[in-house]
């Protein structure tokens, strides 16, 4: 299996600053993921992170509202920039893992005021 | 990507069986179709995965049409702690491993 440290577990933000969320795998993986789930809702994927190129988005995501790095195979960071209340959602950062399962972290509950 | 069709909500009683279905129409030849469940305040977990053939693991059993059009979860012996958001998702070994979420199906488990 993977284990996914995520933090923070959750924030409250104001209005149009930004947010960065940190997401460290205790082993080497090519691809990690982002997710987004909206309160209510299913989760909806934002990007996929690639070590040593450019993230790849998913329609209606774009690099300049969720900018990402990823240094190395074990770490990527999803920035959630120039918040407006719409951005209150949980954020779940994932990998494949053995036998292709995907593994979750628990999760950045955020909240925007 | 393939679409899939889960009923909104379903609901058992404890120690008895449930059949969740999905329908997958448009799954392509060499899409697995995974199963992953989201219990509340928590990420999703894995559940159960397979190709074509019924797999059987400590958690569920996961039975595949033969068209691969359509599959169910079974869990044999529903218990409180089942109680979760199930999602099917078909997963193209093509497609660098993404998983897109449908809508799934709330389980609710009665004592």
């Known amino acids: 299996s993977a284990v996914i440290s995520q933090k923070p577990s959750r924030d409250i933000c104001q209005r149009g600053t930004s947010l960065t969320i940190q997401c460290q795998v205790d082993s080497q993986v090519t691809m990690m993921f982002w997710y987004r789930q909206q309160p209510g809702q299913s989760l909806t994927l934002i990007a996929t992170?690639?070590?040593?190129?450019?993230?790849?988005?998913e329609s209606g995501f774009v690099i300049d509202k969720f900018p990402i790095s990823r240094p190395n195979l074990t770490f990527s960071t999803l920035t959630v920039s120039n918040m407006s209340p719409e951005d209150s959602s949980i954020y779940l950062c994932s990998v494949v893992g053995p036998n292709e399962k995907l593994f979750f972290g628990s999760g950045t509950q955020l909240s925007v005021l | 990507d393939a679409k899939t069709t889960q009923p909104n909500s379903m609901e058992s009683n404890e120690e008895e069986p449930v059949h969740l279905p999905c329908n997958h129409s448009?799954?392509?030849?060499?899409?697995?179709i995974h199963w992953y469940r989201q219990l509340p305040s928590q990420g999703p977990e894995y559940v159960i995965h397979g190709l074509t053939s019924n797999v059987n693991n400590r958690m569920a059993s996961l039975a595949i049409a033969e068209d691969r059009k359509s599959s169910t979860l079974i869990l044999h012996r529903a218990t409180l702690r089942d109680a979760a958001v199930y999602y099917c998702i078909p997963q193209s070994r093509y497609n660098f491993n993404k998983f897109y979420f449908g809508s799934g199906t709330k389980l609710n488990v009665k004592p």
């Open positions: 448009t799954i392509s030849g060499t899409d697995y």
């Open positions: 992170a690639n070590q040593g190129s450019e993230a790849t988005y």
